[in-house]
């Protein structure tokens, strides 16, 4: 289907500016990799292109429509946006009001951005000085998380699963990144009565960088215990 009647169909039609970019998006796909390898048709595409377009703009999107012309599920719809958003190389946005509002927790809101700019502040103080300035908190993974072990602490139910793929992450990096803020933010996420120190938590690694045998406490820094170290990789990619 063309992109201009997808537009019409998605109320998106007086914005021209959406559909051009959503145009360059699409032959960018077809330029960078097969979509149908990924596992996104050509309607689904197109669909995703508007959609990333449109959030770039700061356009509404009625996603829920795009999932019905889809002809996919919704969970399908996301898995596909994730794949072809990644591929596209395109910054995943994640907006706490936004999650907020999809999962009927809303009055987790202050709760949920007081609790980020807490665990950026103590994870930066807890890195060497030379390397704070790098530290990076813009990925998705992080509001995610702190918005799901709000929610937990609150005792309201979030579906993991599907706050997982709507970050565009994996279980095992969201996981890891859930460690790190249970340790080092325990008066706000944690839900047991042991509050850990940063410089204090130990498990089978020691505490920082890639070559962590030949690391001490005292050089600062923190990883988690869980999987692989996706923490320290993400947030030192410049």
């Given at each position: ?143 995610a998380v702190a918005f799901y072990l ?60 890639v070559l962590p045998s030949k690391r ?23």
């Amino acid at each position: 289907m063309d992109l201009s009647e997808l537009a019409k169909k998605l109320s998106l039609s007086e914005s021209k500016l959406v559909v051009r970019k959503a145009a360059e998006l699409r032959r960018l796909s077809d330029v960078l990799f097969d979509s149908s390898i990924i596992g996104v048709g050509e309607v689904a595409k197109a669909l995703i292109c508007l959609e990333i377009a449109a959030t770039r703009l700061g356009v509404l999107f009625d996603r829920s429509c795009a999932v019905r012309l889809s002809g996919l599920s919704e969970r399908a719809y996301i898995r596909c946006y994730n794949s072809l958003h990644n591929g596209l190389g395109v910054k995943m946005k994640l907006d706490v009001r936004e999650l907020a509002i999809q999962f009927g927790c809303v009055r987790i809101i202050p709760f949920v951005r007081d609790g980020l700019k807490l665990y950026k502040d103590r994870f930066t103080a807890s890195l060497p000085v030379s390397r704070r300035a790098s530290a990076d908190f813009t990925r998705p993974v992080f509001t995610a998380v702190a918005f799901y072990l709000c929610a937990k602490k609150h005792k309201l139910k979030v579906d993991k699963v599907r706050l997982i793929e709507l970050c565009g992450t994996s279980e095992s990096e969201f996981s890891s990144v859930s460690t790190t803020m249970k340790d080092l933010c325990h008066d706000v996420f944690g839900v047991g009565k042991e509050k850990k120190d940063p410089r204090e938590v130990k498990s089978n690694r020691e505490l920082l960088d890639v070559l962590p045998s030949k690391r001490k406490p005292e050089d600062g820094g923190y990883l988690s215990d869980e999987g692989p170290e996706v923490i320290m990789n993400n947030l030192n990619r410049a």
